[in-house]
C-alpha cells in the first residue's frame, strides 16, 4: 500500500467507456493512474467496434431510407448510389476523431497509458504483455478490471470462413452482399440488418425465440417489427440455425424447422447471439476475486470484487451489458477507492435499440412487472395523436408510461420511433427523481415535438389528454 | 365470501380518527398489507393496512369521515388463500408510536439490511424477484447519496412527499430517530429455548404493553438518568390532609398525599425552570415550559398510563385532589382521552400504597424528571423535645443529567423536602 503523503496508485484495465472515465475521474481526484488496452487510444468495443461505428452507419441507412420514403411527400431521388470506400472512410474517420480526441484527454490529465494485454500476478501487482511481445509490470493499490465483453458464439456456427461475421467484421463493412442471414434477433442484429438492407442486401433474420428483441414489451417491438417486415426480407421466429456450410460462392444454412421458401443459400452470415464476458486470462485465479458460471465477475454495490484491492465494471461485472452502465459503475468504483459512501443504485438504466424506428425504455417495463407480479398501470399514447409525428410522415410510434398505481409514481417509461433514444432521457430523470405522473403531465413540453408525447402519456394516464381520447380510469 | 374491514384499534385511547383519504374503490384487488385508507389521529398519520387479500365490493368511508374504532371501512370479497385469522387480527394492527414523533406508520417494520462491508453479491438482477424489491427507491438520486453518506439506509425512510416521495428532511428524521431509538432488533440477542429448562407460556405483548416497552425503553437507553434519594418530613403534611379531607369529599374527589406532592412538586418547577424543560437534541436547545402541567403515573388493569393535571400552579389542592380522583377513575375504565395523556412537564409516581420504600423511577421522556414517593412510615426523629414519632416519606428523584447537574438536581429534591416539611402556605382552598 502507498504510504501516508503518497499518492494511491491506480490500475485501470480496458480503455473502453468503462474504464476510460474510470481512469480520468481517478486522476481528477489527484490518483496515479495506469491505464491499460490493447488499443493505441481509449475507446473501447464502444468506440472502435460497436456504439460509435454502428451509429454512424445507421445514421447513413437512415440517409437512404429518409430519400426513398421522401416520394411520400413529393419528393423523388433517384437511388442512391453507395461509395462503399466513401463511406467506410467516414465511418472510420468518425471513430479515429474520437478515439485520437480520448488520447489527447488521458495525456493532458498524465494517466500512463500501457498498451498490451494485463495479467493478475497477486492482488497488488499485473504484467502487461505489449503488441510486441514485451513484458511490464504495474503495482497498484487499487485496480479497476473494465475488459469487458466480446460477441459470443455458438457451436452449430463455429465455422471458419471469411463469410461468417460478427459484429466487428460487420461493421469493418468489407462489401454489401447481396444476401445476408443474420442469427439472433436482438439489438445487434437488427441494427446490422437494418444498414445492410439499406445499403441493398437482400437480409433475413433468424431468431429462436417466438418474438424479435427478447423481453422487451411486446407493443414496442410490434410497431419496429412492422417496418422491419417491409425493410428485411424476411424475420423468422421460432427457428433455430442447425448448420453451416460453405457451398460454392455462399453458405448453405440448414435451420430448423426448415423454412419452405428460405433457399437455405445465403453470400454471408452474421452471428449476433449475444455477447460475453471477457474475464479469462486475467490471471483473476492469483486473487481472491471470483466469477459467476456465466463469465461474470462477481462485485458488491460499490464494484468491488471478492479481492478488497480489486474493482470490476461495465460488461465484465454483469447485465445490463451498456456503455453508459459501465460509465455509471466507473464513478461509483472510483468514488469508493477515493473513501466515499458511493454505491451503485439507479433507478433506471435507459437502454436504446437504434432502429428505425428506435426502441428505447428505461425503469420498469411492462415484461418485468408482469414477471416479477409488481402490479402497474400502464398509459400508452400512440403518435399516430402526434401533431409532429404527423410531419414527419411517421404516425406508427408510441409512448408509454409504467406506473405504481397507489403513489402515481412513474416507474418506467417505453417508446418506439423515430428520436426514441433521446426522448427516453426525460424518462430516465422522472424515474430517477421519483416524478409522478402529475408532475410530467403538468410540465409544458415544446409544440410541436415527439416530447409531447411523454406529457400526452400522462394525460391518458388521467384521462385527460387533449389529442387521443382513451377510457377514462375507473 | 364477504369480510368487514374495521378501524382497527389505533393505540392507546385512541377512539376515531379522520379519514384523510381512501387508498382503494371498489372492484380494487387487494393484498395483505396494502394500505386501504389513510387517517389522521391527533397523534399521527397513518396508512390502515388490509388484514387480508381480495376484491373490494363495497367502501364505506369517504374523505372527510371520522371513524370510530370497529366501525366497518370497506367489504372485502375474501380470496381463498387470504381467509380472514380473526385471532391474528387484533394484533397485525400496529399501535402509533407515542407523541412526539411525528408522522407514523402502520406499515410493518423495514427488514434489516446487510452491513456495508458484506460480501461480494451476485450481479444484479435485472428482474427483481417481489415487488419491494422491484420497485426502486422513492427517492431522487442526491437524496440516496446523501442518505448513504449518514449512514441512512433509505429503503428505511418514509417519505413524507406526494404518494410517499422520500426528501433530505425526511432522511434527517429518520436519522434523528435512529439516533434516539433504544436496542433494536437487530442488537437484541437472541433468547435461549427456555421449554428446555422448564414449561412456558406465551402470551401476545398487548398494544399498551408495547407502547409501554417501546417509550421507556428508549428513555433508559437514551437518557443519561441520575437518581437521588431523599426523605421528607409528612407529619404536618398528613395532619393537614386529614383536616381538609371532608372539603375534597364533598367535592367529589379523595385527598391523598399524591395530591399534595403534586402541587408543591408545580411550586418546585416554578423555582426551578430548568427542571420545567424538555431537551431538542437536534437543535441543541433547551425547551423552557412557562406552564405548569403535572403528570400522575396510574396503575390499571391494561398497564401504566400518565393522565396530566394541567396548570397545576392555578389550582388548589382540593381542586386537584377532585380531578385527581376523576382522572384515576377514568384511567381504570379506560376512558382517558388523548389531550389528558399530553402535555405533563414532570411526572409523580407514587408507589406508597404497595409499600415500596427508594426506588429508581424512568423518566417519561421528554421529561427531564420524575419523582418517586414510597410509602410514609412512623420514624422516631430527634426533635427540640427529643425523640418523637414522625411520619417520614422516601423520595425518588430521577433526572435526565444532559440538562440538569447534579447538585440542581439535589437543590431541586430539597426544595419539595422543605416544602413538604413546612406545608403552611399550601393553598388548600382558593
Redesign the interface.
Known amino acids: 500500500m502507498s504510504q501516508a503523503g503518497e499518492k494511491l496508485r491506480i490500475a485501470v484495465i480496458g480503455a473502453g467507456p468503462g474504464g476510460y472515465p474510470a481512469a480520468f475521474h481517478a486522476a481528477d481526484l489527484g490518483m496515479d493512474v495506469t491505464l491499460i488496452d490493447p488499443e493505441p487510444n481509449p475507446g473501447g468495443v464502444c468506440l472502435y467496434r460497436g456504439c460509435i461505428p454502428s451509429k454512424a452507419l445507421l445514421h447513413a441507412a437512415g440517409v437512404i431510407r429518409e430519400s426513398e420514403r421522401a416520394a411520400e411527400l413529393g419528393i423523388r431521388f433517384p437511388p442512391p448510389e453507395v461509395d462503399l470506400e466513401g463511406l467506410r472512410g467516414w465511418k472510420d474517420k468518425t471513430v479515429r476523431q474520437l478515439t485520437g480526441g480520448l488520447g489527447m484527454l488521458r495525456d493532458r490529465r498524465k494517466v500512463d497509458y500501457v498498451q498490451g494485454w494485463a495479467r493478475f500476478l497477486d492482488a497488488h501487482a499485473l504484467e502487461v504483455t505489449g503488441p510486441g511481445g514485451d513484458e511490464v509490470r504495474v503495482e497498484f493499490d487499487y485496480a479497476i478490471v473494465a475488459t469487458g465483453s466480446r460477441p459470443a458464439t455458438v457451436p452449430a456456427l463455429d465455422l471458419d470462413s471469411p463469410r461468417v461475421m460478427d459484429s466487428t467484421e460487420a461493421l469493418a463493412l468489407n462489401d454489401v452482399p447481396t444476401s445476408l442471414l443474420v442469427v439472433g434477433g436482438g439489438y445487434i442484429g437488427l441494427e446490422l440488418g437494418t444498414v445492410y438492407a439499406a445499403l441493398g442486401t437482400s437480409v433475413t433474420v433468424v431468431e429462436m425465440t417466438s418474438g424479435l428483441l427478447p423481453g422487451v414489451d411486446r407493443d414496442l417491438v410490434d410497431v419496429l417489427q412492422r417496418r422491419l417486415e417491409g425493410d428485411l426480407d424476411r424475420i423468422l421466429l421460432d427457428t433455430k440455425v442447425v448448420d453451416i456450410a460453405e457451398s460454392g460462392a455462399g453458405l448453405r444454412v440448414e435451420l430448423s424447422p426448415q423454412s419452405d421458401e428460405s433457399g437455405g443459400e445465403y453470400e454471408k452470415v452474421l452471428v449476433s447471439v449475444g455477447r460475453r464476458p471477457n474475464s479469462e486470462n486475467l490471471g483473476l485465479e492469483s486473487t481472491d476475486a471470483?466469477v459467476?458460471d456465466q463469465g461474470?465477475i462477481?462485485?458488491?454495490?460499490q464494484r468491488?470484487?471478492?479481492e478488497p484491492s480489486i474493482f470490476a465494471i461495465g460488461d465484465v461485472?454483469?447485465?445490463?451489458m451498456l456503455a453508459h452502465k459501465a460509465t455509471g459503475e466507473a464513478r461509483v468504483a472510483v468514488d469508493a477507492i477515493a473513501g466515499?459512501?458511493?454505491?451503485f443504485?439507479?433507478?433506471?438504466v435507459p437502454a436504446v435499440v437504434f432502429t428505425d424506428p428506435e426502441i428505447a425504455w428505461c425503469?420498469?417495463t411492462e415484461t418485468?412487472?408482469d414477471?416479477?407480479?409488481?402490479?402497474v398501470e400502464v398509459a400508452t399514447y400512440p403518435w399516430v395523436a402526434s401533431g409532429r409525428a404527423a410531419t414527419l410522415s411517421r404516425r406508427d410510434g408510441l409512448t408509454k408510461l409504467i406506473v405504481?398505481p397507489?403513489?402515481?409514481?412513474i416507474?418506467g417509461m417505453g417508446i418506439v420511433g423515430p428520436g426514441a433514444g433521446e426522448l427516453i432521457a426525460e424518462g430516465v430523470l422522472a424515474?430517477?427523481?421519483?416524478a409522478?405522473v402529475?408532475d410530467l403531465e403538468l410540465t409544458i413540453h415544446p409544440h410541436p415535438t415527439l416530447s409531447e408525447s411523454l406529457m400526452e402519456s400522462a394525460g391518458v394516464f388521467f384521462g385527460v389528454s387533449p389529442h387521443y381520447i382513451a377510457r377514462r380510469r375507473? | 365470501m364477504t369480510t368487514d374491514i374495521k378501524l382497527p384499534e389505533l393505540g392507546e385511547n385512541i377512539e376515531e380518527a379522520d379519514v384523510l383519504s381512501v387508498l382503494v374503490s371498489e372492484g380494487d384487488q387487494v393484498f395483505k398489507d396494502d394500505p386501504i385508507i389513510e387517517i389522521e389521529t391527533e397523534k399521527a398519520t397513518i396508512e390502515v393496512p388490509s388484514f387480508l387479500e381480495g376484491t373490494v365490493s363495497r367502501v364505506a368511508v369517504s374523505a372527510g369521515d371520522t371513524v370510530e374504532v370497529g366501525q366497518v371501512i370497506l367489504t372485502l370479497d375474501a380470496s381463498e388463500d387470504g381467509e380472514p385469522q380473526a385471532s391474528t387480527r387484533e394484533e397485525e394492527s400496529r399501535p402509533a408510536e407515542p407523541a412526539g414523533r411525528g408522522v407514523t406508520t402502520a406499515e410493518p417494520p423495514p427488514e434489516v439490511t446487510a452491513p456495508a462491508s458484506s460480501p461480494p453479491i451476485a450481479p444484479p438482477p435485472h428482474i427483481p424477484a417481489s415487488e419491494e424489491g422491484a420497485l426502486p427507491v422513492f427517492a431522487s438520486p442526491s437524496t440516496r447519496t446523501f442518505a448513504r453518506e449518514i449512514g441512512v439506509d433509505v429503503r428505511q425512510v418514509r417519505g413524507s412527499g406526494p404518494g410517499g416521495r422520500i426528501s433530505d428532511e425526511d432522511v434527517k428524521l429518520h436519522s434523528r430517530t435512529l439516533a434516539f431509538a433504544g436496542p433494536t432488533a437487530e442488537t437484541v440477542r437472541p433468547l435461549p429455548d427456555f421449554s428446555e429448562f422448564g414449561p412456558i407460556e406465551r402470551i401476545p405483548m398487548s398494544r399498551v404493553r408495547r407502547t409501554i416497552a417501546e417509550h421507556v425503553g428508549q428513555a433508559a437507553s437514551t437518557i443519561p438518568h441520575v437518581t437521588l434519594f431523599e426523605s421528607a418530613d409528612v407529619t404536618e403534611v398528613e395532619e393537614m390532609r386529614s383536616r381538609n379531607k371532608s372539603k375534597s369529599e364533598a367535592a367529589g374527589g379523595k385527598l391523598t398525599i399524591t395530591a399534595i406532592v403534586i402541587k408543591v412538586v408545580a411550586g418546585a418547577l416554578e423555582a426551578f425552570p430548568m427542571v420545567n424543560a424538555s431537551l431538542d437534541a437536534k437543535r441543541r436547545e433547551i425547551v423552557l415550559k412557562r406552564y405548569f402541567h403535572v403528570g400522575v403515573a396510574a396503575d390499571t388493569d391494561r398497564g401504566l398510563v400518565v393522565p396530566v393535571i394541567r396548570d397545576v400552579d392555578r389550582k388548589n389542592i382540593i381542586d386537584i385532589s377532585v380531578e385527581l380522583t376523576k382522572l384515576a377513575a377514568k384511567a381504570r375504565s379506560g376512558k382517558l382521552s388523548l389531550g389528558e395523556l399530553q402535555g405533563g412537564n414532570i411526572a409523580v409516581t407514587n408507589l406508597g400504597g404497595l409499600g415500596t420504600g427508594h426506588f429508581t423511577p424512568i423518566i417519561n421522556a421528554p421529561d427531564v424528571a420524575i419523582l418517586g414517593v414510597g410509602r410514609a412510615e412512623l420514624r422516631p426523629v430527634y426533635g427540640e423535645s427529643g425523640l418523637e414519632p414522625r411520619l417520614i416519606a422516601p423520595l425518588s428523584l430521577s433526572f435526565d443529567h444532559r440538562v440538569i447537574d447534579g447538585a440542581d438536581g439535589a437543590r431541586f429534591l430539597h426544595w419539595i423536602v422543605d416544602a413538604l416539611g413546612k406545608p403552611q402556605p399550601l393553598a388548600f382552598e382558593g
Open positions: 471470483e459467476s461474470f462477481l462485485t458488491d454495490s468491488r470484487t471478492g461485472a454483469g447485465e445490463p466515499h459512501p458511493s454505491a443504485d439507479p433507478s433506471a425503469g420498469l418485468e412487472a414477471k416479477a407480479n409488481v402490479r405504481q397507489r403513489t402515481e409514481r416507474l424515474v430517477e427523481m421519483g409522478r402529475k375507473g
